[in-house]
């Protein structure tokens, strides 16, 4: 069978692996389990950030329909990922520090890292410079759901206070008591 490259409905590009049947399974073969773990997870993260999802739980395998379903099914070779297959594969995902499970004392839902707490610390920074929100007290609220959409629209508090975390060791930010619950503000400071 021909191997080949698909575009889904949201214009994600799916690899050629993606076609293969074998692809939905757990291999017994240690080495083409690896290879196949490994290609699971640049996948999840590059479809995650494609489509701004922050969060998969193994119940995404079943649900039909759902944010995952381009990437955890495909039709056309009639194949999906069971709920085991996916609890494993995030598994490895939060054993690489890729993922993280939220909340925690659980294995079934995780935050991804398409972008790492650094990375996301830097977007958070450029973004209060570029909106001149530079010594303002901001909520976390008005971070992840403001007026104007943002890179950081969206994100989950537990990813944003992982950005501030970085921000605060490297002196560009402060983390605040506010009146409703946390706040934060950033500061001009370099690395």
Do not use: C
């Not at 050629?16 to 490994?38: G, K, L, R, Y």
Request: aromatic share 8%; no cysteine.
């Amino acid at each position: 069978m021909q191997l080949t490259t698909h575009t889904t409905p949201s214009g994600f590009l799916l690899p050629s692996i993606h076609a293969a049947h074998a692809f939905f399974t757990e291999q017994p073969n240690p080495t083409t389990q690896n290879t196949f773990v490994n290609n699971w997870i640049q996948l999840i993260l590059s479809y995650a950030r494609h489509r701004r999802l922050f969060v998969i739980r193994v119940e995404d395998a079943e649900v039909a329909g759902g944010d995952w379903d381009e990437i955890l099914r495909n039709e056309r070779i009639n194949r999906r990922v069971i709920p085991s297959y996916l609890t494993s594969l995030i598994s490895a995902m939060v054993s690489r520090d890729l993922a993280y499970y939220e909340p925690p004392k659980q294995s079934r839902s995780v935050v991804l890292l398409w972008r790492l707490p650094e990375e996301w610390a830097d977007v958070l920074h450029s973004w209060g410079t570029a909106t001149g929100q530079i010594n303002t007290i901001l909520t976390l609220y008005e971070i992840t759901d403001p007026p104007v959409p943002s890179p950081l629209s969206g994100i989950p508090l537990s990813l944003l206070r992982r950005a501030i975390t970085v921000l605060t060791r490297s002196g560009r930010a402060q983390l605040i008591g506010v009146a409703d619950g946390e706040g934060v503000r950033l500061l001009a400071g370099g690395k």
